[in-house]
């Protein structure tokens, strides 16, 4: 009966030692993965010391556009076309000066709330541009006739959208700051730079709330409300708290350009959407150097804002 036991121990005792190491390495395993889990849902994934080393001169650009009844006016439609064609002349400019294997640039559009039409969609696609150490040069040049040829169809296929639906979507911008921007527009191994097409007026129904003096949204009817059309408007948002409702916060790692500023009520109207815009940003962590905000103006003019915002001149 020993000698069995003998026998059963010897060949025993390497399964059970063996089921006691493989349910450590299990045990192992399952934490390292519950680590890495926890790490990726707190950080942004890592890149390549090479890029991280390089993050200033790696461009992620974000366009997001205002796709509301400004677009109504043909006039709109074609400065904002040529708002996005000098866009992607300042992106592919920056590019050329890079070395092919040290390409890692982005160039990509966003609407919110997202088109039901496909077809603006599959344009938009095509128009979200990544240039990384295999892109060709032919894809680079490729890159400017898009950008010169499609935006104008994208905006005429919505507002064609507009009527067939007896409306616009409209333009939910507070919401896409809330939902949206840090996980769309900010990545830690890149310069990132967001540029909103818009005339200043920020409402969407779905969004629309008040807390205090604060709002998430600003139209020429809640602007007059706020009887701020007079040479003290600035005193007087400090005085009131005046301003939006901060969407999100610790938006340090973004810069923002805002194009087409248009007011609507009188002489310091414009001044007072800035004021709203600028105040909101900064509010949200973004620094005070990195904000660009230009009324509408023709596109050779605001050209050069674009080229000296994006390049860094």
């Not at 807390?211 to 409300?225: G, M």
């Not at 969407?247 to 800035?274: C, F, M, R, W």
Request: aromatic share 10%; with cysteine.
């Amino acid at each position: 009966m020993k000698t069995i036991l003998k026998i059963f121990t010897f060949f025993l005792a390497p399964l059970i030692l063996g089921c006691a190491d493989e349910k450590k390495i299990t045990q192992e395993i399952e934490k390292q993965i519950k680590l890495e889990t926890e790490t990726k849902s707190t950080t942004k994934v890592s890149c390549p010391k090479y890029i991280l080393d390089n993050k200033q001169n790696n461009l992620n650009i974000s366009v997001l556009l205002d796709l509301s009844d400004r677009i109504e006016s043909e006039n709109q439609i074609q400065n904002d076309s040529s708002y996005l064609a000098s866009i992607s002349k300042a992106f592919i400019s920056h590019v050329k000066t890079k070395k092919l294997l040290m390409l890692e640039d982005r160039l990509k559009l966003f609407f919110n709330p997202a088109p039901s039409n496909t077809e603006i969609n599959v344009i938009a696609k095509k128009l979200d541009i990544a240039f990384t150490k295999g892109t060709s040069k032919k894809y680079i040049e490729e890159t400017l006739k898009m950008y010169n040829k499609l935006p104008s169809k994208l905006y005429h296929l919505a507002k064609s959208d507009a009527k067939i639906n007896k409306g616009y979507a409209g333009s939910d911008i507070w919401r896409f700051f809330e939902q949206h921007v840090e996980d769309y527009c900010i990545d830690n191994c890149h310069r990132n730079i967001l540029v909103i097409l818009t005339d200043g007026y920020m409402f969407y129904n779905e969004s629309k709330m008040d807390s205090a003096n604060r709002s998430s949204y600003l139209t020429p009817k809640s602007l007059s409300k706020l009887k701020l059309d007079k040479p003290n408007w600035k005193e007087e948002i400090n005085k009131r708290n005046l301003g939006f409702i901060p969407a999100t916060k610790n938006l340090s790692d973004l810069e923002v350009l805002v194009i087409g500023i248009k007011g609507q009520n009188g002489p310091y109207a414009e001044n007072i959407i800035e004021a709203y815009w600028k105040k909101w940003f900064v509010e949200m962590g973004i620094q005070n150097s990195n904000i660009k905000i230009k009324s509408a103006d023709i596109p050779s003019s605001i050209e050069k804002v674009i080229f000296d915002f994006i390049l860094n001149k």
